[in-house]
């Protein structure tokens, strides 16, 4: 049974920071990445990590404003958030899978179950 447990969400102010934590029960995937969904549109890629070797992608509407990063030990994936504008607001979902770094919503096997980040003007 896997599980992926999501917390961090929250309500800020444009131009602030938040930090999303997504905690696996299991230590053997290969990929785990953050998407976001907004009412009306399809689930979209924010940032995708390799567990053992930290190879990193991110959309380049977040380059240079989101880190990705994991915890090996903790089983637990991060998305640091800065620079926040109000176009991220959107439910936040961590995923994982077994193979390699994608940027597919598809082919994530795993979702927590979301986390709502709504950042003001």
């Known amino acids: 049974q896997v599980q992926l447990v999501e917390s961090g969400g929250g309500l800020v102010q444009a131009g602030g920071s938040l930090r999303l934590s997504c905690a696996a029960s299991?230590?053997?995937?290969?990929?785990m990445g953050w998407f976001r969904q907004s009412p009306g549109k399809e689930r979209q890629f924010v940032a995708a990590?390799?567990?053992?070797?930290?190879?990193?992608d991110y959309a380049d509407s977040v380059k240079g404003r989101f880190t990705i990063s994991r915890d090996n030990a903790k089983n637990t994936l991060y998305l640091q958030m800065n620079s926040l504008k109000p176009e991220d607001t959107a439910a936040y979902y961590c995923?994982?899978?077994?193979?390699?770094?994608?940027?597919?919503?598809?082919?994530?096997?795993?979702w927590g179950q979301g986390t709502q980040v709504t950042v003001s003007s």
């Open positions: 995923a994982a899978r077994y193979g390699p770094l994608v940027s597919s919503a598809a082919l994530y096997m795993y």
């Open positions: 299991e230590r053997t995937f290969n990929s």
């Open positions: 990590i390799t567990w053992l070797g930290g190879r990193t």
